[in-house]
T-cell receptor, first 112, second 112 residues
Framework: DGGITQSPKYLFRKEGQNVTLSCEQN?????MYWYRQDPGQGLRLIYY???????QKGDIAEGYSVSREKKESFPLTVTSAQKNPTAFYLC???????????FGQGTRLTVV | QKEVEQDPGPLSVPEGAIVSLNCTYS??????FMWYRQYSRKGPELLMY????GNKEDGRFTAQVDKSSKYISLFIRDSQPSDSATYLC????????????FGAGTRLAVHP
């Protein structure tokens, strides 16, 4: 089945650690996105990419990094510089020029 | 002022009621409008996608866009308990990267 797979579903991080969230899609989409969701704030864009080896900062990129070495994969690293990383992280993808974005099931990150 | 405003609710209705969910926006360049449904601890699921103004119907769901008022609506007819979820509006402008801007989401509860 085609879709977007995020892993892990739950992730716990200690203070000062970097963690990487995985996002893989087999929909042949060119564009991929990372959003952060906090209660009562909707989805905020962290990073997005329209093509391999190219990506752009979203509205809240500080403390995060991404790579796009393959069309199918867009991993997100939450660095120790991110002061408040506890949130629900959502990955999405779409065809370029078509803004119907489809989402994965999310990763819930908790700092312990 | 946020680019997209959405009443967070919660909205509680009896089964069978007609539900009206709304978003307002400030950016007149928005042309693509979407409604997503999100169940607790899950990724958003695309419900409706509309380009520019007008109505679109899909089963019990109707999406309306009024660009002159910068106002979009989602109507749910014959609401069911399974419709209980958070509904997110999203929109974007043509050209450039497909940057989707989301509302905060409205939490809906349909009780039997």
């Amino acid at each position: 089945d085609g879709g977007i797979t995020q892993s892990p579903k739950y992730l716990f991080r200690k203070e000062g650690q970097n963690v990487t969230l995985s996002c893989e899609q087999n929909l042949n989409h060119d564009a991929m996105y990372w959003y952060r969701q906090d209660p009562g704030q909707g989805l905020r864009l962290i990073y997005y990419s329209q093509i391999v080896n190219d990506f752009q900062k979203g509205d809240i990129a500080e403390g995060y990094s991404v790579s796009r070495e393959k069309k199918e994969s867009f991993p997100l690293t939450v660095t120790s510089a991110q002061k408040n990383p506890t949130a629900f992280y959502l990955c999405a993808s779409s065809f370029t020029g078509n803004t119907e974005a489809f989402f994965g099931q999310g990763t819930r990150l908790t700092v312990v | 002022q946020k680019e997209v405003e959405q009443d967070p609710g919660p909205l509680s209705v009896p089964e069978g009621a007609i539900v009206s969910l709304n978003c307002t926006y400030s950016n007149s360049a928005f042309q693509y409008f979407m409604w997503y449904r999100q169940y607790s601890r899950k990724g958003p699921e695309l419900l409706m996608y509309t380009y520019s103004s007008g109505n679109k119907e899909d089963g019990r769901f109707t999406a309306q866009v009024d660009k002159s008022s910068k106002y979009i609506s989602l109507f749910i007819r014959d609401s069911q308990p399974s419709d209980s979820a958070t509904y997110l509006c999203a929109m974007s402008a043509p050209g450039g990267y497909n940057k989707l801007i989301f509302g905060a989401g409205t939490r809906l509860a349909v009780h039997p």
